[in-house]
């Protein structure tokens, strides 16, 4: 078995999902992900190293690769932010990972790393805000995508705010943990290397968000309350 | 599969954690349950709001021109490659993720970590560049508030030397830094005073060479000494035997060795060590605090099954500490045996009432009294308020509460917290017949004094014929029979919406279904423990009673409940 393929383990491959998962929309780790992470895992390391040697072009390739990754972490926390405060953020997230690629292993996979800078960044916010909570602003988004029908555009939005008050009422641990694990889909291990504690420390973390939020769904109407006959 | 397992399987189904056992029984179940598909259906509908949310957010993240603003920054930067990984923690921890364990050679990453310090520290160390040469401002900055630290202010996390402001450790209580949580935290001292010239090195070995000489010689001494009293002693053909261990000694979760118990029936019990770890017993304090904790909301929840398991796990968990653990040790086995046996006839406690037309709050007020330490409170409101004549002998509360309840004609509710209140719900005496739904549900919603929306297609007619019951049960009865109408209530809980049974799988948010009543019932407690047959009706479970002698020092059976019997 290669090096890049041993960094990689099989929960953290899909191999474990079983045939209805597959059904779901909400789906974690993708099993088509196989190729595309045995592959990225060499390129990953070249760039890195280039980067290390101080080839700017080659951050500049690995910004690119894990920008939508980064960027949909941070949009999905639904921080209390402008865009351009994301954009600062994405940026600031950026900058810690090439200072911290000096005393990082080439071949260790980034995305972890990268996406648990972003989490320490946005906790940062998150602490910080914490004591003069605000709403994100999750109706503009509703608003730009679904310009359809007023009554559409009402709906999505009531919607829209409804979910994002309900994650936004979620300790920022639980919150980082969640939305790792659904929007970026991380495994179980990357979680591990991502949160910085052991995979069932991590898994705890994220029964815990989903246990919270589905409460905070149900307290909004969004879920029904009402359980099997 | 009981009704809280599918909710939360369904709960957690988007966030795939579920295994391929639960996934098939929740499919399976969802297969022949409507309320449980819509259910999951509207959790699936909200992750996927999540991650659309999301990926509307970063497709307009970031601006155009951010990849050349940010790689500008990154070519300003030293090369990062420019500083050499430390031979810290932070090295071993990389060491240790990136290359796997191999079973095999259990010391291989132990000797992969040192020979990288090694390497690392063979190395010449770096050279700190000059920060002010540099142009460069290096500033420490408080992990709480990212404010700029200076030195007199600064406090620094005892564990991992984080520096706070002292204000921000004062207010957070704890080290900021995530995965800490370390509660102390130091302040850097003055430098200290250079310290007085040390004995010369050739000085310290002679000193050392003496101290092991002197050593050797006394170690000789003992042993002959030893060795002269075993000749003494021992006879040929009788072997000295320790005291075997007793089997029951250390329960079967004790983290008590059991080499540490003393023998069963040997005379007084000798406690085997004379003192006991801070540490150890602090454990055993939050084990048994824990389980207390649990043993008592299992308690107010009425679950005699497991309440009996509980106490039986906790007796047997304390007995080897009652009968031989040293002090402190005893001492706290002792009161949490005392305290679970409290707490398991919680229900046992007894009241004797006698009232001639005195307000209902006044009677409750004799009554909370006894479940006062429990934390229970019972609070009458001012619409319940009603006065009470009665007389109650040795009554147990909670019967005596329900029975105070139906003499004064009104209801009791659970609140959060073990609170009990006296409320009085609205109730619906009426008749109809052939009579349109859509006249009778807005007169049932206003018993309890809310606004109804009718949807256009909640149509048909009812006859029925209620007598004292909750306006909520008759308006979800009249609805479900006119037709199987649904009812929402909206957040606040001021406005009823009825949808008919096609509209109701798709309720506007901010709706949930109307609940039927449900007023507080005082379980039915066995005794505890049992009599004689465990198997009797009032045993509340197949388990044997507990055969632990109850606790020494046992507080006398409260307000007339049964003793517990002793021992075999």
Known sequence: MGKGLTLIPCGSLGLRRTE????????????????????????????????????????????????????????GLGLPLGREEVDDLVQETFLRCYRGLGGSDAERPLRPYLLSIARNTALGVLRSRRRRPEAPDATAVAEQAHPETTSDRLRLRERARLVAESLAALEPELRTALVLRHVNGLTMKELEACLGCSAPTARARVRDAGRRLALELRRRGLVPAEACA | MSEDTLRELVDLRPLGLLNSAQ??????????????????????????????????GASTTPKPDARAALLARVRALDPPAATAPLPDAHAAADLTDSAPENPEKPGRIRREILAAAKQAASQPPAVAPDPEALGVRVVQRCC???????????????????????????????????????????????PRAPRPPSVPARSRRALLASLLLAGIGMGGVAA????????????????????????????????????????????SPTPVRSGVDPVELEGYGRRWEGELADLSEDVWRGDARAARARLQWLLADTAPHRRHGAGPLRALAERTAREALTAVRFWERRVSVE??????????????EVVADAGVQILVEPGADEPVSCSFANLRW????????????????ESRGRVLVFVRSPQVEQRFQ??????????????????????TDVRGTVSCDLRNTPWEDALLLVARAAGGHRIF?????????????????DPPPGYTPLRPATFWQAPDWPSFPPAANPNGPSAGGARPAPTEEPAPTEEPARDGARPLPRGK
């Not at chain 2, 706070?164 to 850097?188: I, K, M, N, Q, T």
């Not at chain 2, 209530?489 to 799988?505: E, K, N, T």
Request: charged share 25%; aromatic share 4%; hydrophobic share 45%.
């Open chain 2, 144 to 190: 709480y508030c990212h404010d700029e630290v200076g030195p007199e202010r600064a406090l620094f996390c005892a564990r991992c030397l984080a520096p706070h402001h002292d204000e921000c450790f004062a207010e957070h209580g704890r080290c900021a830094v995530l995965g800490c949580e370390e509660s102390f935290a130091v302040r850097p001292g003055a």
């Open chain 2, 23 to 56: 996934e098939a029984r929740l499919r399976e179940h969802l297969v022949g349950c409507p309320a449980c598909r819509a259910r999951a259906a509207a959790v699936d509908e909200a992750y996927a709001d999540l991650r659309r949310l999301a990926e509307e």
């Open chain 2, 434 to 455: 052939e009579a349109d739904v859509r006249t009778v549900l807005p007169l049932l919603a206003a018993c309890g004094g809310y606004e109804i929306v009718l949807g």
């Open chain 2, 224 to 267: 002959l000494g030893g060795f002269a009293a075993l000749l003494t002693l021992e006879r040929p053909g009788k072997k000295i035997r320790r005291p075997t261990p007793p089997l029951e000694a250390a329960g079967p979760n004790s983290p008590l060795p059991r080499a540490q118990a003393a023998p069963v029936g040997s005379g």
């Open chain 2, 489 to 505: 209530v909206d957040h606040p809980g001021r406005r009823l919406l009825v949808l008919s049974r096609a509209a109701a799988a």
């Open chain 2, 398 to 413: 909670g019967v005596a509460v329900n029975l105070l309840a139906r003499l004064a004609k009104v209801q009791v509710v």
């Open chain 1, 20 to 75: 209805g998962q597959e059904e779901s929309s909400a789906t974690v780790p993708a099993a088509e992900s196989l190729s595309e992470s045995v592959k990225s895992v060499p390129d990953d390391a070249r760039l890195v190293r280039a980067a290390q040697a101080g080839e700017a072009e080659a951050f500049g390739a690995l910004y690119d690769r894990y920008l939508p990754e980064v960027a949909r972490f941070l949009s």
């Open chain 2, 355 to 368: 009232s001639v037309d005195e307000p209902l709050s006044q009677v409750c007020a004799r009554i909370a």
